[in-house]
């Protein structure tokens, strides 16, 4: 994936928003590329810009060799597919999760459904007995499997992941990076992850950007991160936000 210059902008006028300025990553095939900072900086907007969710952007977007527009063959959601924050949010509340998997099977034209169904839930440690649950009689963690499972199912070469983790409970937490990161090693897949989270980056991720008012700051590989081999005064203070966060976790646990 090679993305440069990407501007993302909301509003006109007054209201004018430049959401994602002029940023520009590459993400080589297998890679896990982790894009960090505040609720707000743009991480989401770019994530939704390079999965055809956003058309309002600027610049230059090209996965798998193929320069993008902002509409999307139908083709593309076989390379690419997207993980959001919110499992409940993410599932149609009235489909059950046999008829989401389902659902991009059939768009797609492919056959063998049932099978697929089963095969993709195994893979995301789920059975046939959630087939016919609605996603309110899921936990958390089983919702955000099934949204993974949906997202595997035409087997995709990237994933984008949106905060994956962040709307569930801690316990659950690293069972889910636990589960993408097997996938990603079984599947041979590429990831973009967003997170807040310079603990789910530096588990998960290869390199990292560090991402402030819609800028990236800097790019650096994580054992730089986790070595404070870094150069911006903002990346010293998310790590050192970081470091008390979790300092002030394990002695409130104590």
Known sequence: MRIQNLFVEFGDGADRLMAV??????????????????????????????SGLNGH???????DGLTMTAHRPRTFYKTLQMVFQDPYGSLHPR?????????????????DVENRVLQVLEAVGLDAKHCFRFPHQLSGGQRQRVAI???????????????PTSALDVSVQAEILNLLADIRQAEGLT???????????????DRVAIMKGGEF?????VDDLVGNRFTHEYTRRLVESSRGYSNASEGGSS
């Not at 952007?57 to 996965?63: E, L, P, R, V």
């Not at 807040?196 to 991720?205: E, K, N, P, Q, S």
């Open 95 to 111: 489909k059950t999760v046999q008829s989401a998997l389902a659902e991009p099977i059939k768009i797609h034209g492919l056959g």
């Open 21 to 50: 300025r002029d940023v520009s990553f590459n993400v080589r095939e297998g890679e896990v590329f982790g894009i960090v900072g505040e609720s707000g900086s743009g991480k989401s907007t770019i994530l939704r810009a390079v």
């Open 217 to 221: 700051l800097e790019m650096l590989s």
């Open 149 to 163: 499972a949906r997202s595997l199912i035409l087997k995709p070469k990237i994933m984008l992941l949106d905060e």
């Open 191 to 205: 990831y973009i992850l967003v997170s807040h989270d310079l603990g789910v980056i530096a588990h998960m991720c």
């Open 57 to 63: 952007w600027t610049g230059s977007i090209q996965i």
